[in-house]
């Protein structure tokens, strides 16, 4: 288990850019998947990118492709998500997460831990 704290969340306009923070603390951050969901008012809570345990892989929901981009540096037990071309529909708050199991990167269940959630907010 670690514990994740998510940081840079805030007010943008269209078009702008936001890169948020994913610390972890722990010892085996740097053997997890880490993905980034986000959950609007009323709505669900969604996947929206993830990125394999050595930063090698990512992958991304089909609304975010081209302009989010997941990074992590091990090192320093922290992953990102940069955030560009921001829309309106993308205000949410945003949570990371680690998985650890087998099961599929795109389900929330197979995530074990999870962070506090930033918000963001896109609007002129």
């Known amino acids: 288990q670690v514990t994740l704290i998510e940081s840079g969340g805030g007010l943008v306009q269209p078009g702008g850019s936001l890169r948020l923070s994913c610390a972890a603390s722990g010892r085996f951050f740097s053997s997890a998947y880490v993905g980034w969901f986000r959950q609007a008012p009323g709505e669900e809570r969604e996947f929206v990118a993830a990125?394999?345990?050595?930063?090698?892989?990512?992958f991304y929901d089909d609304s975010v492709k081209g302009r989010f981009t997941a990074t992590r540096n091990n090192a320093q037990n922290t992953a990102y998500l940069q955030m560009n071309s921001l829309k309106p529909e993308d205000t949410a708050v945003y949570y990371c997460?680690?998985?650890?199991?087998?099961?599929?990167?795109?389900?929330?269940?197979?995530?074990?831990?999870w962070g506090q959630g930033t918000q963001v907010t896109v609007s002129s």
């Open positions: 997460a680690a998985k650890f199991s087998s099961g599929t990167i795109y389900s929330r269940g197979s995530y074990s831990s």
């Open positions: 990125i394999n345990w050595d930063g090698t892989d990512t």
